[in-house]
């Protein structure tokens, strides 16, 4: 096997978190995987990750090695890249965004880069599932709220906030709610799955997180349905605050029990890699973070 391709492979391995998930992401077997890491381990003449059935680390030694390797695999890269010479940017990208996110504000800024850029095409996976990088092969992904996984790499491009709304004309009808609490005896339109548990979680005036138990008057699985039947006057919904900035503005949703909102979510963008990412996706990153801070739904002031 090349020596530059036994780095490589190492470094997807630690990058992956796991020789089968880098088999995946490279199209390669897993026995292949581990032929290509013994071989690299045998000529380093030293052990380089730690593994056993439930996860996979690198040692020091590869550590020291990881950040090596992808020097030399980055400047390889830039040397073949005809990117890397003035040319063009060409190729393919492939992102992913929540649904909704990304039919109003993701799709926009991927069409602009397209514009700029006629040599690249770009995947774009609208899905409220996080789709996982690797799996998936995708270079880059939108991300709302706290991340799970702490190995990638991540750009913070603005920020959400849960609210909850109704139409002024249900609230003169029904009310308006003065404490979660007073939910219990509201209409409320739950946006989710049918599995049985629907509850809204708020922020007490102590610091604590506070549950509200529903009995949803119409649960719904998207949210385009839900805020439609709340600007029709049929209840309270929960929706972020890019979903209903501008119902807010034109004054067909009303904002209430604002001092409970729990704190802001982040809006990120995220890659797996950072040292050997093409020069397209980085261009991609750069334009896509320039273009969704510039929202004015995702600033603080919004929330």
Do not use: C
Not at 17 to 34: C, D, E, H, I, M
Not at 56 to 78: F, K, M
Not at 274 to 289: G, I, K, Q, S
Request: aromatic share 4%; charged share 25%.
């Amino acid at each position: 096997m090349d020596r530059l391709d036994e780095l490589s492979v190492f470094i997807a391995i630690l990058e992956a978190g796991g020789l089968g998930r880098a088999a995946r992401r490279l199209g390669r077997s897993p026995a292949a995987v581990t032929r290509a890491l013994a071989a690299l381990e045998a000529r380093a003449r030293v052990r380089l990750v730690e593994r056993n059935t439930r996860k996979l680390a690198p040692t020091d030694a590869g550590r020291r090695l990881a950040d090596q390797a992808r020097r030399v695999l980055a400047d390889y890269a830039a040397a073949l890249d005809a990117e890397a010479a003035g040319g063009p940017l060409q190729g393919r990208i492939a992102v992913t965004a929540p649904l909704v996110f990304g039919r109003r504000h993701v799709t926009p800024a991927v069409t602009a880069f397209l514009e700029i850029h006629p040599q690249v095409s770009i995947d774009l996976s609208l899905s409220d599932r996080n789709l996982d990088l690797i799996d998936e092969h995708l270079d880059v992904a939108v991300r709302i709220g706290p991340l799970a996984d702490s190995g990638l790499i991540v750009r913070k491009v603005g920020q959400v906030r849960r609210l909850t709304v109704a139409a002024p004309d249900y609230l003169a009808r029904a009310g308006t709610p003065r404490t979660p609490a007073d939910l219990a005896d509201a209409q409320t339109l739950f946006t989710g799955g049918r599995s049985p548990a629907a509850e809204w979680r708020y922020a007490g005036p102590d610091g604590r997180e506070v549950v509200v138990r529903l009995e949803p008057r119409l649960r719904v699985s998207d949210v385009d349905a839900t805020l439609a039947a709340a600007r029709a006057g049929h209840g309270i919904a929960r929706p972020l605050s890019y979903q209903v900035a501008e119902d807010l503005a034109a004054g067909r949703l009303a904002r209430v029990l604002e001092a409970f909102e729990p704190p802001p979510l982040p809006v990120q963008l995220v890659t797996a890699s950072n040292r050997l990412t093409p020069l397209r996706v980085r261009a991609f990153l750069d334009h896509a973070a320039t273009a969704l801070a510039a929202l004015p739904v995702l600033k603080p002031a919004v929330g």
